[in-house]
Protein backbone atom coordinates (compact mmCIF):
# COMPACT_ATOMS: atom_id res chain seq x y z
CA UNK A 1 0.00 0.00 0.00
CA UNK A 2 2.85 2.22 1.09
CA UNK A 3 4.44 1.86 -2.58
CA UNK A 4 1.19 2.94 -4.41
CA UNK A 5 0.36 5.91 -2.06
CA UNK A 6 4.25 7.24 -2.95
CA UNK A 7 3.75 6.34 -6.36
CA UNK A 8 0.47 8.99 -6.27
CA UNK A 9 1.63 11.14 -4.66
CA UNK A 10 5.11 11.79 -6.13
CA UNK A 11 3.18 11.31 -9.94
CA UNK A 12 0.60 13.64 -9.36
CA UNK A 13 2.96 16.31 -7.91
CA UNK A 14 5.47 15.48 -10.62
CA UNK A 15 3.09 15.78 -14.03
CA UNK A 16 1.61 18.85 -12.33
CA UNK A 17 4.74 21.08 -11.95
CA UNK A 18 5.79 19.92 -15.45
CA UNK A 19 2.04 20.85 -16.22
CA UNK A 20 2.66 24.78 -15.04
CA UNK A 21 -0.18 24.30 -12.20
CA UNK A 22 1.59 27.10 -9.43
CA UNK A 23 3.32 25.36 -6.76
CA UNK A 24 0.76 25.68 -3.75
CA UNK A 25 -2.20 23.64 -5.59
CA UNK A 26 0.32 21.29 -7.12
CA UNK A 27 0.90 20.27 -3.39
CA UNK A 28 -2.86 20.37 -2.62
CA UNK A 29 -3.81 18.49 -5.02
CA UNK A 30 -1.03 15.66 -4.81
CA UNK A 31 -1.93 15.30 -1.33
CA UNK A 32 -5.54 15.06 -2.11
CA UNK A 33 -5.24 12.61 -4.64
CA UNK A 34 -3.22 10.56 -2.05
CA UNK A 35 -5.50 11.74 0.66
CA UNK A 36 -8.51 9.96 -1.52
CA UNK A 37 -6.66 6.37 -2.12
CA UNK A 38 -7.20 5.70 1.55
CA UNK A 39 -10.62 7.24 2.51
CA UNK A 40 -13.98 8.50 1.00
CA UNK A 41 -14.28 11.58 -1.09
CA UNK A 42 -16.02 13.69 1.81
CA UNK A 43 -13.66 12.51 4.64
CA UNK A 44 -10.49 13.67 2.51
CA UNK A 45 -11.76 16.95 2.09
CA UNK A 46 -12.75 17.57 5.72
CA UNK A 47 -9.32 16.26 6.64
CA UNK A 48 -7.03 18.07 3.77
CA UNK A 49 -9.05 21.47 5.20
CA UNK A 50 -8.37 20.14 9.21
CA UNK A 51 -4.47 20.19 8.34
CA UNK A 52 -4.58 22.84 6.62
CA UNK A 53 -6.50 24.80 8.98
CA UNK A 54 -4.86 23.16 12.20
CA UNK A 55 -1.75 23.79 10.62
CA UNK A 56 -1.40 27.43 10.47
CA UNK A 57 -3.06 28.12 13.99
CA UNK A 58 0.52 28.56 15.09
CA UNK A 59 1.68 31.82 17.30
CA UNK A 60 5.32 31.14 15.82
CA UNK A 61 3.55 31.38 12.14
CA UNK A 62 2.75 34.79 13.23
CA UNK A 63 6.08 36.47 12.74
CA UNK A 64 6.08 35.86 9.14
CA UNK A 65 3.67 38.54 7.67
CA UNK A 66 5.13 41.06 10.04
CA UNK A 67 8.65 40.55 9.42
CA UNK A 68 7.32 40.04 5.52
CA UNK A 69 6.00 43.95 6.36
CA UNK A 70 9.02 45.25 7.23
CA UNK A 71 10.90 43.85 4.67
CA UNK A 72 8.53 45.80 2.20
CA UNK A 73 8.61 48.51 4.34
CA UNK A 74 12.54 48.63 3.94
CA UNK A 75 12.79 47.79 0.12
CA UNK A 76 10.45 51.36 -0.34
CA UNK A 77 12.27 53.28 2.87
CA UNK A 78 15.86 54.22 0.73
CA UNK A 79 17.86 51.23 2.72
CA UNK A 80 19.64 50.12 -0.01
CA UNK A 81 21.04 53.51 -1.24
CA UNK A 82 22.61 53.67 2.29
CA UNK A 83 23.62 50.51 2.53
CA UNK A 84 26.04 50.28 -0.67
CA UNK A 85 27.27 53.40 0.47
CA UNK A 86 28.21 52.60 3.22
CA UNK A 87 29.06 49.13 2.01
CA UNK A 88 31.87 51.64 -0.57
CA UNK A 89 33.87 52.65 2.70
CA UNK A 90 34.20 49.07 3.89
CA UNK A 91 36.15 48.44 0.10
CA UNK A 92 37.66 51.69 -0.45
CA UNK A 93 40.89 51.76 -2.77
CA UNK A 94 40.13 47.89 -3.25
CA UNK A 95 40.92 46.76 -7.04
CA UNK A 96 37.09 45.11 -7.92
CA UNK A 97 36.09 46.97 -5.21
CA UNK A 98 32.33 47.31 -6.69
CA UNK A 99 32.21 43.59 -6.61
CA UNK A 100 33.21 43.29 -2.74
CA UNK A 101 30.23 46.47 -2.60
CA UNK A 102 27.52 44.01 -4.01
CA UNK A 103 28.23 41.27 -1.68
CA UNK A 104 28.40 43.42 1.29
CA UNK A 105 25.25 45.20 0.78
CA UNK A 106 23.52 42.10 -0.29
CA UNK A 107 24.52 40.55 3.04
CA UNK A 108 23.13 43.29 4.88
CA UNK A 109 20.24 44.35 2.76
CA UNK A 110 19.27 40.37 2.74
CA UNK A 111 19.30 40.25 7.18
CA UNK A 112 17.45 43.24 7.32
CA UNK A 113 14.72 42.63 4.26
CA UNK A 114 14.22 38.63 5.40
CA UNK A 115 14.39 38.50 1.46
CA UNK A 116 16.74 36.67 -1.22
CA UNK A 117 14.67 38.36 -4.42
CA UNK A 118 14.32 41.97 -2.43
CA UNK A 119 18.19 41.79 -1.99
CA UNK A 120 18.71 40.77 -5.61
CA UNK A 121 16.25 43.52 -7.01
CA UNK A 122 16.89 46.36 -4.83
CA UNK A 123 21.01 46.45 -4.69
CA UNK A 124 21.56 44.36 -8.42
CA UNK A 125 18.73 47.52 -9.81
CA UNK A 126 21.47 49.78 -8.59
CA UNK A 127 24.76 48.55 -8.48
CA UNK A 128 24.43 46.01 -11.80
CA UNK A 129 24.09 49.49 -14.36
CA UNK A 130 27.50 51.04 -12.27
CA UNK A 131 29.80 48.19 -12.65
CA UNK A 132 29.04 47.78 -15.96
CA UNK A 133 30.09 51.73 -16.58
CA UNK A 134 32.71 50.69 -14.46
CA UNK A 135 33.98 48.39 -16.86
CA UNK A 136 32.52 45.44 -15.26
CA UNK A 137 31.66 42.37 -17.04
CA UNK A 138 27.56 42.14 -16.91
CA UNK A 139 26.94 38.87 -16.42
CA UNK A 140 29.80 38.17 -14.21
CA UNK A 141 28.11 41.53 -12.24
CA UNK A 142 25.01 39.91 -12.22
CA UNK A 143 25.94 36.18 -11.11
CA UNK A 144 27.53 37.94 -8.17
CA UNK A 145 24.52 39.81 -7.39
CA UNK A 146 22.18 36.53 -7.62
CA UNK A 147 24.09 34.25 -5.36
CA UNK A 148 25.25 37.08 -3.14
CA UNK A 149 21.58 37.73 -2.03
CA UNK A 150 20.58 34.35 -0.56
CA UNK A 151 23.05 34.85 1.85
CA UNK A 152 20.53 36.52 3.91
CA UNK A 153 18.50 34.02 4.30
CA UNK A 154 21.27 32.65 6.84
CA UNK A 155 21.96 35.98 8.43
CA UNK A 156 18.70 37.37 10.64
CA UNK A 157 15.91 37.53 11.07
CA UNK A 158 15.10 35.15 8.30
CA UNK A 159 11.30 34.03 7.49
CA UNK A 160 12.66 30.55 6.04
CA UNK A 161 14.39 29.37 9.31
CA UNK A 162 10.80 30.62 11.48
CA UNK A 163 9.18 27.80 8.67
CA UNK A 164 12.42 25.63 9.83
CA UNK A 165 11.36 26.08 13.21
CA UNK A 166 7.54 24.99 13.10
CA UNK A 167 8.42 21.99 10.56
CA UNK A 168 10.96 20.76 13.29
CA UNK A 169 8.57 20.40 15.96
CA UNK A 170 9.60 23.71 17.72
CA UNK A 171 13.52 24.27 17.29
CA UNK A 172 14.34 27.21 19.28
CA UNK A 173 14.33 30.13 16.66
CA UNK A 174 16.76 32.49 19.14
CA UNK A 175 18.83 29.26 18.45
CA UNK A 176 18.65 29.24 14.98
CA UNK A 177 19.06 32.85 14.20
CA UNK A 178 22.26 32.85 16.34
CA UNK A 179 23.56 29.72 14.46
CA UNK A 180 23.29 31.55 11.15
CA UNK A 181 25.74 34.36 11.84
CA UNK A 182 28.98 32.23 10.79
CA UNK A 183 27.80 30.05 7.95
CA UNK A 184 26.21 33.61 6.41
CA UNK A 185 29.73 35.66 6.64
CA UNK A 186 31.41 32.35 5.55
CA UNK A 187 30.14 32.07 2.53
CA UNK A 188 30.03 35.69 1.80
CA UNK A 189 34.00 35.90 2.34
CA UNK A 190 33.86 32.97 0.03
CA UNK A 191 32.51 34.93 -2.56
CA UNK A 192 34.47 37.66 -1.69
CA UNK A 193 37.63 36.09 -2.38
CA UNK A 194 36.52 34.17 -5.73
CA UNK A 195 35.56 37.98 -6.88
CA UNK A 196 39.03 39.73 -5.33
CA UNK A 197 40.85 36.94 -7.74
CA UNK A 198 38.59 37.24 -10.99
CA UNK A 199 39.10 41.10 -10.30
CA UNK A 200 42.44 40.46 -10.66
CA UNK A 201 42.53 38.46 -13.55
CA UNK A 202 40.25 40.83 -15.31
CA UNK A 203 42.10 44.09 -14.15
CA UNK A 204 38.87 45.67 -13.14
CA UNK A 205 39.48 48.92 -11.52
CA UNK A 206 39.89 49.95 -7.68
CA UNK A 207 37.21 51.85 -5.79
CA UNK A 208 37.96 55.39 -5.07
CA UNK A 209 39.28 56.45 -2.37
CA UNK A 210 36.69 57.39 0.69
CA UNK A 211 37.22 60.45 3.47
CA UNK A 212 37.31 59.49 6.91
CA UNK A 213 34.84 62.40 6.66
CA UNK A 214 32.60 61.27 4.65
CA UNK A 215 33.19 57.33 5.98
CA UNK A 216 32.00 58.84 9.08
CA UNK A 217 28.87 60.57 7.54
CA UNK A 218 28.43 57.45 5.68
CA UNK A 219 28.18 55.24 8.95
CA UNK A 220 26.16 57.24 10.65
CA UNK A 221 23.71 57.45 7.29
CA UNK A 222 23.36 53.52 7.68
CA UNK A 223 23.70 53.03 10.97
CA UNK A 224 19.67 53.22 11.88
CA UNK A 225 18.81 50.94 9.28
CA UNK A 226 21.56 48.28 10.84
CA UNK A 227 20.43 48.69 13.99
CA UNK A 228 17.41 47.32 13.32
CA UNK A 229 18.78 43.64 13.19
CA UNK A 230 20.55 45.08 16.78
CA UNK A 231 17.66 45.77 17.91
CA UNK A 232 15.71 42.28 16.99
CA UNK A 233 18.10 39.88 17.53
CA UNK A 234 19.54 41.52 20.85
CA UNK A 235 15.82 41.36 22.05
CA UNK A 236 15.18 37.91 21.31
CA UNK A 237 18.77 36.75 22.89
CA UNK A 238 18.29 38.94 26.10
CA UNK A 239 14.95 37.38 26.87
CA UNK A 240 12.76 40.66 26.07
CA UNK A 241 10.78 39.58 23.81
CA UNK A 242 9.51 36.25 21.05
CA UNK A 243 10.92 36.19 17.57
CA UNK A 244 6.98 36.69 16.93
CA UNK A 245 6.94 39.70 19.31
CA UNK A 246 10.41 40.72 17.48
CA UNK A 247 8.90 40.69 13.92
CA UNK A 248 5.97 43.50 15.26
CA UNK A 249 8.50 45.27 16.77
CA UNK A 250 10.51 45.20 13.15
CA UNK A 251 7.56 46.40 11.82
CA UNK A 252 7.17 49.68 14.19
CA UNK A 253 10.90 50.51 14.07
CA UNK A 254 10.86 49.88 10.38
CA UNK A 255 8.33 52.24 9.81
CA UNK A 256 9.79 55.08 11.80
CA UNK A 257 12.24 55.11 9.67
CA UNK A 258 11.28 54.78 6.72
CA UNK A 259 8.58 57.23 7.39
CA UNK A 260 9.57 59.71 9.75
CA UNK A 261 13.01 59.40 10.10
CA UNK A 262 14.42 58.89 6.17
CA UNK A 263 10.65 59.89 4.83
CA UNK A 264 10.90 58.13 1.79
CA UNK A 265 8.14 56.16 2.52
CA UNK A 266 5.13 58.96 2.02
CA UNK A 267 1.88 58.24 3.39
CA UNK A 268 0.21 57.88 0.27
CA UNK A 269 2.06 54.58 -0.62
CA UNK A 270 1.13 52.68 2.68
CA UNK A 271 -1.70 51.24 1.37
CA UNK A 272 0.20 49.76 -1.73
CA UNK A 273 3.00 48.66 0.84
CA UNK A 274 -0.05 46.69 3.11
CA UNK A 275 -1.06 45.54 0.19
CA UNK A 276 1.65 44.24 -1.24
CA UNK A 277 2.54 42.62 1.74
CA UNK A 278 -1.12 40.78 2.21
CA UNK A 279 -0.68 39.50 -1.41
CA UNK A 280 3.24 38.09 -0.18
CA UNK A 281 1.63 36.65 2.87
CA UNK A 282 -1.19 35.25 0.90
CA UNK A 283 0.82 33.04 -1.36
CA UNK A 284 3.52 31.84 1.73
CA UNK A 285 0.97 31.38 4.18
CA UNK A 286 -1.32 28.84 1.36
CA UNK A 287 2.31 27.20 0.85
CA UNK A 288 2.91 26.59 4.54
CA UNK A 289 -1.15 25.35 4.48
CA UNK A 290 -0.38 22.58 1.68
CA UNK A 291 3.10 21.55 3.02
CA UNK A 292 1.21 20.91 6.23
CA UNK A 293 -1.27 18.63 4.84
CA UNK A 294 1.62 16.85 2.45
CA UNK A 295 3.85 16.39 5.36
CA UNK A 296 1.06 14.71 7.10
CA UNK A 297 -0.25 12.16 4.75
CA UNK A 298 3.35 11.37 4.27
CA UNK A 299 4.00 10.42 8.19
CA UNK A 300 0.60 8.97 7.68
CA UNK A 301 1.45 6.53 5.01
CA UNK A 302 4.94 5.97 7.19
CA UNK A 303 7.19 8.00 4.29
CA UNK A 304 9.78 9.36 6.71
CA UNK A 305 9.86 6.49 8.68
CA UNK A 306 10.56 4.08 5.68
CA UNK A 307 13.71 7.08 4.06
CA UNK A 308 15.04 7.05 7.35
CA UNK A 309 15.07 3.05 7.90
CA UNK A 310 16.49 3.01 3.92
CA UNK A 311 19.11 5.67 4.25
CA UNK A 312 20.73 3.90 7.44
CA UNK A 313 20.12 0.31 6.07
CA UNK A 314 22.36 1.50 2.80
CA UNK A 315 25.11 2.01 4.88
CA UNK A 316 27.24 2.84 8.40
CA UNK A 317 28.71 5.69 7.21
CA UNK A 318 27.51 8.92 8.69
CA UNK A 319 29.47 11.38 6.01
CA UNK A 320 27.73 8.94 2.92
CA UNK A 321 24.64 9.50 4.41
CA UNK A 322 24.82 13.05 5.03
CA UNK A 323 26.33 13.36 0.87
CA UNK A 324 23.30 11.44 0.33
CA UNK A 325 21.05 13.72 1.66
CA UNK A 326 22.07 16.51 0.61
CA UNK A 327 22.66 15.49 -2.77
CA UNK A 328 18.99 14.82 -2.88
CA UNK A 329 18.48 18.32 -1.16
CA UNK A 330 20.50 19.88 -3.81
CA UNK A 331 18.08 18.38 -7.09
CA UNK A 332 15.01 19.03 -4.69
CA UNK A 333 15.63 22.80 -4.69
CA UNK A 334 16.06 22.75 -8.82
CA UNK A 335 12.46 22.57 -8.82
CA UNK A 336 10.52 23.46 -5.32
CA UNK A 337 10.46 26.58 -3.76
CA UNK A 338 12.68 26.62 -0.55
CA UNK A 339 9.07 27.07 2.09
CA UNK A 340 7.61 23.81 0.59
CA UNK A 341 10.91 22.26 0.59
CA UNK A 342 11.32 22.47 4.07
CA UNK A 343 8.21 21.66 5.23
CA UNK A 344 8.33 18.48 3.08
CA UNK A 345 11.36 17.63 3.61
CA UNK A 346 12.68 18.87 7.32
CA UNK A 347 10.02 15.59 8.56
CA UNK A 348 11.71 13.25 6.09
CA UNK A 349 15.48 13.85 6.72
CA UNK A 350 15.56 15.67 10.94
CA UNK A 351 15.10 12.08 12.15
CA UNK A 352 17.72 10.97 9.95
CA UNK A 353 20.36 13.75 11.06
CA UNK A 354 19.28 13.19 14.87
CA UNK A 355 20.42 9.30 14.44
CA UNK A 356 24.03 10.17 13.46
CA UNK A 357 23.88 12.84 16.00
CA UNK A 358 23.16 16.00 14.22
CA UNK A 359 21.66 18.88 16.03
CA UNK A 360 18.03 20.07 14.58
CA UNK A 361 19.52 23.49 14.98
CA UNK A 362 22.44 22.54 12.54
CA UNK A 363 20.80 20.95 10.40
CA UNK A 364 18.73 23.88 9.94
CA UNK A 365 21.00 25.59 8.68
CA UNK A 366 22.21 22.64 6.81
CA UNK A 367 18.93 22.18 5.04
CA UNK A 368 18.31 26.16 4.42
CA UNK A 369 21.80 26.77 2.78
CA UNK A 370 21.00 23.78 0.88
CA UNK A 371 18.10 24.96 -0.92
CA UNK A 372 19.54 28.59 -1.25
CA UNK A 373 21.72 27.28 -4.18
CA UNK A 374 18.28 26.22 -5.80
CA UNK A 375 17.63 29.55 -5.65
CA UNK A 376 20.22 30.12 -7.74
CA UNK A 377 19.39 27.49 -10.28
CA UNK A 378 16.89 26.81 -12.83
CA UNK A 379 14.31 25.82 -13.64
CA UNK A 380 12.63 27.51 -10.51
CA UNK A 381 15.40 29.38 -9.28
CA UNK A 382 13.48 32.55 -8.15
CA UNK A 383 16.23 34.82 -7.38
CA UNK A 384 18.11 33.60 -10.62
CA UNK A 385 14.94 35.57 -12.40
CA UNK A 386 15.04 38.51 -10.89
CA UNK A 387 18.84 39.04 -10.97
CA UNK A 388 18.81 38.19 -14.30
CA UNK A 389 15.84 40.16 -15.38
CA UNK A 390 17.49 43.12 -13.44
CA UNK A 391 21.08 42.80 -14.68
CA UNK A 392 19.57 43.08 -18.68
CA UNK A 393 20.57 39.99 -19.43
CA UNK A 394 20.03 36.00 -20.04
CA UNK A 395 20.40 33.13 -17.86
CA UNK A 396 21.99 31.20 -20.37
CA UNK A 397 25.10 34.55 -20.52
CA UNK A 398 25.43 33.86 -16.80
CA UNK A 399 25.55 30.24 -16.40
CA UNK A 400 29.85 30.31 -17.11
CA UNK A 401 30.24 32.88 -13.94
CA UNK A 402 27.75 31.40 -11.97
CA UNK A 403 29.63 28.09 -11.78
CA UNK A 404 32.39 28.55 -9.54
CA UNK A 405 29.95 30.70 -7.16
CA UNK A 406 28.20 27.71 -7.16
CA UNK A 407 31.17 25.82 -5.78
CA UNK A 408 31.64 28.40 -3.07
CA UNK A 409 28.24 28.06 -1.98
CA UNK A 410 28.64 23.76 -2.02
CA UNK A 411 31.77 24.10 -0.21
CA UNK A 412 30.50 26.47 2.38
CA UNK A 413 27.39 23.86 2.63
CA UNK A 414 30.06 20.92 3.41
CA UNK A 415 31.70 22.92 5.82
CA UNK A 416 28.49 23.53 7.42
CA UNK A 417 27.35 19.66 7.37
CA UNK A 418 30.52 18.33 8.86
CA UNK A 419 31.99 21.05 10.87
CA UNK A 420 29.03 21.67 13.84
CA UNK A 421 31.04 24.39 15.30
CA UNK A 422 30.18 26.75 12.80
CA UNK A 423 26.98 26.27 13.31
CA UNK A 424 26.45 25.58 16.69
CA UNK A 425 29.57 28.05 18.22
CA UNK A 426 26.89 31.00 19.41
CA UNK A 427 23.96 29.34 20.62
CA UNK A 428 26.76 27.25 22.64
CA UNK A 429 28.44 30.15 23.61
CA UNK A 430 25.23 32.19 24.76
CA UNK A 431 23.26 29.33 26.36
CA UNK A 432 20.43 28.41 23.26
Not at 10 to 30: D, H, K
Not at 205 to 225: H, I, N, Q, W, Y
Not at 242 to 268: G, N, P, Q
Request: glycine share 8%.
Amino acid sequence: MIVTDVAVLVITFAVLLLLGVPIAFSIGLSTLATILLSVDVLPSLTTMAQRMSTGLDSFALLAIPFFILAGQIMNHGGIARRLIRFAEVLVSGMRGGLSFVIIVACMLFGAISGSAAAAAAAIGGFMIPLMVKEGYDRNFSTAVNVTASTTGLLIPPSNILIVYAFASGGTSVAALFLAGYLPGILIGLGMIVFAGIYSFRKGYPKTDSVSLKEAVKRFFDALPSIFMVVVVIGGIIAGYFTATEASAIAVAYAFILAVIIYREVKWKQVPKILLDTSSVTAFVMLLIATSIAMSWIMSYVRIPQSVSAALIGLTNNKIIILLIINAILLIVGTFMDMTPAVLIFTPIFLPVAMKLGMDPVQFGIMIVLNLCVGLCTPPVGTVLFVGTGVGNTTIEKVVKPLLPLYAVMIIGLLVVTFVPWLSMFLPNLLGF
